[in-house]
């Protein structure tokens, strides 16, 4: 599966984004889909990933509340909803599948990436 990751942008701090995931090649609802995202200077981390049907979430405490992510396998798009963005989340964000049948949070079991969006939030 291929996939593209894109609506990052420059946003004030209390303002919100939403970033989406277009899959192309398999079936999209074969694979968990995750985001991760990597500030300057530091490593991937795991942001949030939904199960095949959607019907299961998992998020990072550091964005629970803030962040929702969902997806369409109709449309074979997957979205991430950021509101009350603030500096600390600006790093590029990455949409992610995986085969597994488990939500992972480890960046290791997911196989495909797209190239990322970059999300900038000012104070």
């Known amino acids: 599966v291929q996939l593209q990751a894109f609506g990052g942008g420059l946003v004030q701090a209390g303002g919100f984004l939403r970033l989406s995931c277009a899959a192309s090649?398999?079936?999209?609802?074969?694979?968990?889909m995750g985001w991760f995202r990597q500030a300057p200077g530091k490593g991937r981390e795991f942001v949030a990933a939904?199960?095949?049907?959607?019907?299961?979430?998992n998020y990072a405490d550091s964005v629970k509340g803030r962040f929702t992510i969902s997806r369409d396998n109709a449309k074979n798009t997957g979205s991430l909803q950021l509101n009350s963005l603030r500096p600390e989340d600006t790093a590029v964000y990455y949409c992610?599948?995986?085969?597994?049948?488990?939500?992972?949070?480890?960046?290791?079991?997911?196989?495909?990436w797209g190239q990322g969006t970059l999300v900038t939030v000012s104070s």
């Open positions: 992610a599948a995986s085969t597994y049948l488990t939500v992972y949070t480890q960046s290791l079991k997911y196989d495909y």
């Open positions: 090649g398999r079936t999209f609802s074969s694979y968990v």
């Open positions: 939904v199960s095949r049907s959607g019907s299961s979430t």
